[in-house]
């Protein structure tokens, strides 16, 4: 078996999130699994050739999202062929420009979004 690292994005309205990560991101859901009181503890979604899962934040279990601990520690780096295009729908469904999508030094077309639940997205492609 090959290894694998799927990074799983707690949030405050799981729901939501996956309305927003399909609208804004054209994400696709694989599996919704929720428990017999609705909340969402796993979510499986593709982005492309990749995946990333999801889940309700359950402050007894330890799992807290961005909003409840001040903040995300995590960048979350997305490099697709549009990302001015990406970043504008992201904002287009909620999310806030933090650092606008431009030609950087480093050669990337780079720029910084904040989704609505807290998570930090780093749009990248490559220069115009």
Do not use: C
């Not at 405050?12 to 503890?41: M, P």
């Not at 889940?55 to 995300?72: H, I, K, L, R």
Request: hydrophobic share 40%; glycine share 10%.
């Amino acid at each position: 078996m090959n290894s694998q690292l799927i990074p799983k994005l707690l949030v405050s309205d799981a729901d939501a999130a996956i309305t927003f990560y399909t609208q804004a991101l054209g994400a696709e859901v694989n599996l919704r699994v929720a428990d017999d009181h609705g909340v969402v503890n796993h979510a499986d979604l593709t982005l492309g050739s990749v995946g990333f899962a999801l889940a309700q934040s359950v402050e007894e279990w330890g799992w807290n999202d961005p909003g409840s601990v001040g903040g995300s520690p995590v960048l979350i780096m997305l490099t697709v062929p549009d990302p001015d295009g990406t970043a504008d729908r992201m904002v287009q469904h909620g999310a806030q420009l933090v650092i606008p999508v431009d030609n950087r030094p480093y050669g990337k077309r780079q720029g910084r979004v904040k989704d609505p639940f807290g998570h930090l997205w780093v749009i990248s492609g490559e220069l115009r």
